[in-house]
């Protein structure tokens, strides 16, 4: 009886191959949430400046008058920095999806020519 020897690297080999895409699926989804927990802590931040500001401007001011003119001012300031945070999560949308895209394109031309060998 011949007994022949099982060969681990050609085993670890197709594994590897076969779970390449969904491994680089799940390293671009962390990017990603990563990118976006940042991008929340800083809109975070954003609003906190912006309260921390509201209280400081309704302690320091002596009238009513300075203190409109002062919440008008720190609002403009949100509202301009919110647009901006606005713009920063589109471009993280569509890099992502841009990503998503590449993927699926690489991913479905891999599958295409395993399919090829095997045929």
Do not use: C
């Not at 011949?2 to 191959?17: A, G, I, K, M, V």
């Not at 912006?50 to 003119?69: I, N």
């Not at 993280?92 to 395993?114: F, R």
């Amino acid at each position: 009886m011949t007994d022949r020897t099982f060969d681990f690297s050609n085993l670890f080999n197709t594994y590897r191959d076969a779970f390449a895409p969904v491994l680089r699926a799940q390293q671009e989804g962390f990017k990603t949430f990563e990118r976006l927990a940042r991008y929340q802590f800083a809109v975070a931040g954003d609003y906190l400046d912006w309260s921390l500001a509201q209280a400081g401007a309704a302690v320091h001011t002596k009238s009513a008058a300075d203190l409109v003119g002062q919440q008008t001012e720190l609002n403009t300031r949100l509202g301009d920095k919110l647009r901006t945070r606005a713009e920063e999560f589109s471009q993280i949308a569509t890099q992502t999806q841009g990503v998503v895209t590449q993927w699926i394109d690489a991913t479905t031309t891999k599958v295409a020519e395993s399919v090829k060998k095997a045929a």
